[in-house]
């Protein structure tokens, strides 16, 4: 058996692709979006003291949203549990969490499935940013194990449109799909 290689590429040019449902994608399809690294095109909103998120993407469709969570020094995120599936990559510094024995750091890939409760704390001087990609509602608990919130795409969502509009930041159309 030989060698798998990448298919043939070259041609900088775009490709008309034959596509047999084409006219279904172009009126019932969504196209994809861009949001560049300005905050501009999504700010970062404080979610509590001592942490920011920059939302990416809503999809109400499926309860995902997309963003990028930055604990700005040593700090913690209340124990939560996951109601969907979650996909993390570490971007900066490094964090943890207390139930885990292993530390995320830039490049690293990290899952969460529906139903585990943890508690994510940095420890490191710089703190941290992690790209999270989360499905479903994330509850939040108090040192006493009582629930507190339900966190979900429509609460994403609030929390960055409330912000742009206290602040008079334009809602980027692009975040939501």
Known sequence: MGTMTAPPSGAYKIVNVPELYGDLIRTKGVEGTYVGSSEVESPWVPFGDNAAIRHLAFDV????????????????????????????????????YLEYDWICRPGDFITE??????????????????????????????????????????????????????????????LYL
């Open 113 to 174: 499935t529906p139903g585990t409760a943890h508690t994510l704390v940095t420890d490191d001087p710089n703190g941290m940013k992690a790209l999270f990609h989360m499905q479903g509602a994330n509850e939040f608990f108090d040192e006493d194990g009582n629930h507190v919130e339900t966190l979900d795409v429509w609460w994403f969502m609030n929390h960055y449109e409330t912000y742009c509009r206290e602040n008079g930041i334009a809602i980027n159309p692009a």
């Open 61 to 96: 469709r499926e309860n995902v949203y997309v963003n990028v969570l930055w604990i700005k020094g040593p700090g913690v995120i209340g124990t939560h549990k996951h109601r969907g599936k979650v996909w993390a990559i570490g971007l900066e510094g490094s964090f943890r």
